[in-house]
Nanobody, 117 residues
Framework: QGQLVESGGGLVRPGGSLRLSCTAS???????????MGWYRQVGNQRELVATI??????NYSDSVKGRFTISRNGSRKTVVLQMNGLKPDDTAVYYC?????????WGQGTQVTVSS
């Protein structure tokens, strides 16, 4: 199965932007294109949905990030990107990339995002 490798986290001031990227290494393109890809975030033991994008490009966002975050995917590169604008301290969390097909869901290792002045 393909490994999910995230990058792009870090420390940013409130109002700033970050771009998270996730690459599905060792996954063939046709398989990648079957999966719904997504981003979740976790604070403590609570993991919550941030955004998902289906194989045909339909997106879904949590209410807390609508209008600020944008999810996109590139099948040929086997990547999914989360563009985060207008960041707030409440966005501070470990962000996890996910891939899901039916009940089969897998996660990346996570990347820390800290929003602080």
């Amino acid at each position: 199965q393909g490994q999910l490798v995230e990058s792009g986290g870090g420390l940013v001031r409130p109002g700033g932007s970050l771009r998270l990227s996730c690459t599905a290494s060792r996954m063939i393109t046709s398989t990648f294109n079957m999966y719904t890809m997504g981003w979740y975030r976790q604070v403590g033991n609570q993991r919550e949905l941030v955004a998902t994008i289906t194989s045909d490009g339909r997106t879904n966002y949590s209410d807390s990030v609508k209008g600020r975050f944008t999810i996109s995917r590139n099948g040929s590169r086997k990547t999914v990107v989360l563009q985060m604008n207008g960041l707030k301290p409440d966005d501070t969390a470990v962000y996890y990339c996910s891939r899901q097909l039916g009940s089969d869901i897998s996660w990346g290792q996570g990347t820390q995002v800290t929003v602080s002045s």
